[in-house]
């Protein structure tokens, strides 16, 4: 069994409020669930004391249990101290394409040839 740490929504519309969980990778969002470890409600202030309430020693023995944290989860467990998250880094991606690289040559080979 693939267990997730991860976010199950609820609150009402445009009003989100998370439980932080540990569930099946193969159960829904907000259905099934194996434990409550905290909850996180992102409307409250970056420096609100009570925006993440979160149980970081049920944290680590699930970790250590072999369940993986998602993206978000683990920028959230990091700032608690619990973990440390892999940066990604894809700069190959960020590159320009082939076209808008023709087009940088381009006017840079004109704005030499202006100079000179």
Same mark, same amino acid.
């Given at each position: 069994m693939s267990l997730k740490i991860r976010? *199950?929504?609820g609150g009402a519309k445009k009003r989100p409020f998370?439980?932080?969980?540990? +569930?099946?990778s193969? *159960?829904?969002r907000d259905g099934r669930f194996i434990?409550?470890?905290?909850?996180?409600?992102p409307l409250k202030p970056k420096d609100a004391a009570?925006?993440?309430v979160l149980d970081a020693e @049920?944290? @680590?023995?699930?970790?250590a249990k072999g369940a993986q944290a998602t993206d978000r989860v683990a920028r959230l467990l990091e700032s608690v101290g619990v973990g440390k998250r892999e940066t990604r880094s894809n700069p190959q991606k960020a590159?320009? @394409? @082939?076209? +808008?690289?023709e087009r940088a040559a381009a +006017? +840079?080979?004109a704005a030499e040839a202006a100079s000179a």
């Amino acid at each position: 069994m693939s267990l997730k740490i991860r976010l *199950s929504r609820g609150g009402a519309k445009k009003r989100p409020f998370y439980r932080v969980v540990v +569930a099946d990778s193969r *159960s829904p969002r907000d259905g099934r669930f194996i434990e409550r470890l905290g909850t996180f409600d992102p409307l409250k202030p970056k420096d609100a004391a009570d925006r993440l309430v979160l149980d970081a020693e @049920k944290a @680590k023995e699930w970790i250590a249990k072999g369940a993986q944290a998602t993206d978000r989860v683990a920028r959230l467990l990091e700032s608690v101290g619990v973990g440390k998250r892999e940066t990604r880094s894809n700069p190959q991606k960020a590159q320009p @394409k @082939k076209k +808008a690289q023709e087009r940088a040559a381009a +006017a +840079a080979a004109a704005a030499e040839a202006a100079s000179a």
